[in-house]
């Protein structure tokens, strides 16, 4: 019998003990504790090495630089890399807070049962290995090895992939996905045959109109995107920006729209309304590239801004007057598709919207709308083939979301869950580089699913809350201590860059790769891992490109050619697009296929009852997620958020600006923490705003404890997208508490 995990604070070991237990460590560690003693002792005696950011996904090249005593001392970005141009965020900057963080994992740990109360206790990496390839076992002989799974959102997921995949089993999904940009790749999908990935391949360096959508690009802070921006406003490049909330490219646009939150499919289909009745759309571009025309003129033939105004509260003549600059701006004009994009569970549909309006506008393959992107090929060394599994998670789900590209970390999550009728119960996860608990919404049914495991793997650098439910916890090097994977982007230009250790790792932690090599020796998949070192792997792939791995770790950043000049479609250039019909397609022959509306509709969300407002949450500049949370340099800059709170609302319940509140949502889930609020005319009235990636559970993480209000707490109504499982978190409404008392039912 398996007995009911509890939430561990792993602060219940005492500090020393996790520093100092065990023989190997005491001598780290006092080397470590001797202050004016180096601990640095690696080979690569420079004085700047390279790296790429882990403190967000646009991944910036950087150096690392360290002073006389091998302390790192400021990392800075690499000026040949197309992804910063030479400049990091302050989030990169404060990176090395991520080195520095007392409150880090130290040692791995196994949870076991001390007088009938759970608790950690620490192990040595071969027993803590050991137990989890053991309990894969079990796994596969008991159910088959397709009942594992691997959630991982960071570096280190090639290597875990890797085992898991040669273990057999499919099982690979990450939070990035279904939680957020997942939509928008199968919208675009449907309508160009291609995605938008990661970095996007939009040309705001070129564009002379920028609209955003609910995309708020300044807060959010991936690195390239704001630069180009702000050049493009140097430039003259007009701002709209459609957002409940005055954010701050709000404060740097020409038309700001305070749309009503949920209705931007109304507006998305007037736009379009107004650019096909005046005639303003490409003509050329449309008659040529694109499918399905006579069907959306017809379709949005009623949905005047008139229409619109009464759904959006945005004024006809607002949407009249940005239709026309769009189009006047056309073909260099971009409709920004956003990144966070899981909102209302129609959010295919709206970025489908998005997709159909710029190809309107003639944007997709144009200067100052989408270029068409390159990436290196870095050749892989072959492996033997992975075994096939037998069944994944997709069989749990009922046929359901077959368009969805990727994994789903939800539908993971739901395949781990028994049901009487679905025979896919997923037994053993391991979960890298992604805290589960305040990523995926729901968290009740995240904890039902971890309660139904055998193994619950996680290897993580923080005592992040996820750890607190592990079996064993696996504490990983950060990057500034490790290599890991090439960095292979996407941009104008293909590029690479290496990512290598400028100090030791700390304490007794260890990278990804000798991690995942070390388990898959236990579980005898060593032939998946050829080459001993990391160190070999990307020598030998380096090679394959005419680098090496002594080049790399002199530049860091290696930008290759084009092999074609096709940035942008040619004038006149026949184009044959990856859909059904080898156009763009207007009208969605898949989704027709599929039994969904092959051109969006507007259907009405639920609002808010009396005395609740819908909650919406976004990014900070100074911190990712929850992954920042407890660094020393960012907490200094901001350590908990606010709740943005309308004046008129305010008045009403009597709130004053930096009073601690409680929020509670409709389904009486109470905060657990308190938050400050911030009374502001930058919100509507019929919403509250906040941060995401506070109101940590966790003691241990002494910084960030008890501070705000974790959003993914109030979000316990998920609006799933029926095309492909995203799972939409802005349909949730709280109303303002006190106290937390729980209130009597
Ligand atoms: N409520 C709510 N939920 C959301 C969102 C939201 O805004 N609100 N945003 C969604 C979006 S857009 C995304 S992309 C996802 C992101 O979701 P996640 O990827 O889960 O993001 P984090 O919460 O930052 O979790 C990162 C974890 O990785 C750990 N970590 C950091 N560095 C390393 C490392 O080098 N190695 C290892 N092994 N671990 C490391 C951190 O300590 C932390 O536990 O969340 C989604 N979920
Ligand atoms: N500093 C920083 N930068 C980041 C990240 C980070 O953690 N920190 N995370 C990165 C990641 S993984 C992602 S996915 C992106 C996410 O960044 P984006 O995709 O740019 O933004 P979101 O977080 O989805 O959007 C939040 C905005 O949507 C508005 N909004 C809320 N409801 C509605 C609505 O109904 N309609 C409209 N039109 N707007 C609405 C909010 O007020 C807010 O301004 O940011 C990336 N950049
Ligand atoms: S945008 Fe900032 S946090 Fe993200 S990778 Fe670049 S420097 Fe790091
Ligand atoms: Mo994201």
Redesign the pocket.
Known sequence: MKSRRQFIKISSLSAAGLIFGGGLLDSLASSILKENQSYFKGPFDFTRTPTYCEV???KCAGWVYKDENGRIKKIIGNDDDPNCNGRF???GTGGVGMHYDEDRLKTPLIRTEERGKQTFREASWDEALEYIASKMKEIKEEHGPECTALFSHGSGGKYFGKVIKGFGSRNIAAP?YAQ??GPREVAFIATYGSGVNSPENTDIRDTKCLV??????G????NGQVQEMSDAIDKGATIIT????F?T??SKSKFW?P??????IA?LLSWMHVIISEELYDKKYVEKYTYGFDQLKAHVKNFTPEWAYGITTIKPDQIRETARTMAHAAPAVLV?P????T??GDDTQRLRAVAILNALLGSWGRRGGFYNPDKASVPHYHLPPYPKPEKTWRDAMGGKYILADLALASGVCDASIPTPDLDCSIRGWIVNGTNLINTLPDQKKTIDAIQKLDLLAVVDTMPMEITGYADVVLPECVYLERYDSLRISQGREPSIALRMPAVDPLYNSKPAYWIARELAKKLDLLEYFPFETIEEELDWELKQVGSSLEEMQKIGVKRLEREVDDLYFADGEDIEFDTNTGKIELYSTVLEEEGFDPIPVYTPHPEPSEGFY?L??????????S??ANNPNLTDLMSENSVWVNPKVAKEWDLKNDQYIYLENQDGVVSDFPIKVRVTER?RWD?V?MV??FGHADKRLKRCFGKGVSDTQMITNVMIDPIMGGTGM?GNFVTFRFDNKKTEV
């Open positions: 967000c996904f646009w965020c302050p989030r990035s957020c940009r955003l959508i609910g995309a708020h690009i807060e959010n802070m991936h459609v957002d409940p909330r954010s490219a709000a729209l749309i009503k939150p949920a209705t931007d507006l920004h956003g990144r966070h994009v909102w209302y819908r919406i949450y976004g990014r900070a500049p100074m911190h990712t997620f992954r920042t919100i919403s705003y995401h990636g802005r």
